[in-house]
């Protein structure tokens, strides 16, 4: 299994960022896979993420603001990031749950959200 992020970067209060997560090692298109970011000291926040049945999920911080997408045909799940506050700063990883629930990472890309 492998987890390559990217699109993370500086944006400014209120500005946009789209992340990508390209996986390969398993079957993507029916796989739940998710978004959670984590600040330095504190706990991981799961973001958004696809159930097995395709439902999609938020956290209430990111409601509004945040919306999940997948391409199946390119392996790839995005997380677009619009509106973002410096409370979104954060290093956000891309996640993959198999059939016994092992839970498995990418290397996780910055975002940094700064004027």
């Known amino acids: 299994v492998q987890l390559v992020e990217s699109g993370g970067g500086l944006v400014q209060p209120g500005g946009s960022l789209r992340l990508s997560c390209v996986a390969s090692?398993?079957?993507?298109?029916?796989?739940?896979m998710s978004w959670a970011r984590q600040v330095p000291g504190k706990g991981l926040e799961w973001v958004s993420g696809?159930?097995?049945?395709?439902?999609?999920y938020y956290a209430d911080t990111v409601k509004g603001r945040f919306t999940i997408s997948r391409d199946n045909a390119k392996n790839t799940l995005y997380l677009q990031m619009n509106s973002l506050k410096p409370e979104d700063t954060a290093v956000y990883y891309c996640?993959?749950?198999?059939?016994?629930?092992?839970?498995?990472w990418g290397q996780g890309t910055q975002v940094t959200v700064s004027s």
């Open positions: 090692g398993f079957t993507f298109s029916s796989s739940q």
């Open positions: 696809f159930y097995t049945d395709g439902r999609t």
């Open positions: 996640a993959y749950e198999d059939s016994v629930g092992r839970i498995n």
